[in-house]
Every structure is written in C-alpha cells, then in structure tokens.
C-alpha cells in the first residue's frame, strides 16, 4: 500500500454530508448498541478528523477496527461513500501514526 491512501481517505471522507441514512443498516453500529462511534457516519467523521489533525488516532481505534466492512451502508448513502474501503485505508493510516 503506498502513500496514496490518504488521498482515498480523504476523497472517501469530504464525501459525507453526515445525512445518516447509513447509520441504521449498520450491523456493526447495531451490534454495539447503537451508539453513534459505531455507525458509518461516525467512521467518516472520524477519518475527516483524523487527516486534519483534531482526532487522535487512539481515539478511532475501535471505531474503525470494528467495521465488518460489508458494505451495506454503501447502498444507503446518497453520496457514494465507500465506508468498509475508507476503513481498510484508515487502518493502514492507524498501523503508522498512533503512540502506544
Ligand atoms: S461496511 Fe462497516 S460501516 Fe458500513 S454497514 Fe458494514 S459494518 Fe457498518
Ligand atoms: S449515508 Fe453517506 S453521506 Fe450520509 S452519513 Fe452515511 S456515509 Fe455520510
């Protein structure tokens, strides 16, 4: 994978106009109790505020780790946003910034 994936982030993420019509077909986001961190929308939210910086990597761990990436949300989102592909990416960027 080279550096190119955080412009598929980025492209992925700027996409989602946090509508939500994603975030109730979401089995990963049901699975956890229907809290927000685990929705779709929150996992774009997440990976916008992890490129410009006010998201701290620890913080989007489980968000971004816990998508079964199944693409359901996808069929839901009028924007074309590519959740289960942006997390894929979002992992990688995860692996080299975060601080343990
Ligand atoms: S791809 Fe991930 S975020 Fe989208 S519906 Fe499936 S588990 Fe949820
Ligand atoms: S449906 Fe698409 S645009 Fe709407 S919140 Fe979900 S990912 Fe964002």
Redesign the pocket.
Known sequence: MNGDYKNIMKEMSD?????????YVCPSWNAHGQVEYF???A???IVRGMLEGHVDTKEAVESIFTCNTCKR??L??????D?AEMVIYAREFINKNIKI
């Open positions: 996409k989602c106009i946090a509508c939500g019509f994603c975030v929705s779709p929308r996992r774009s939210l949300c996808l839901e989102c009028p924007t074309g946003v959740v």
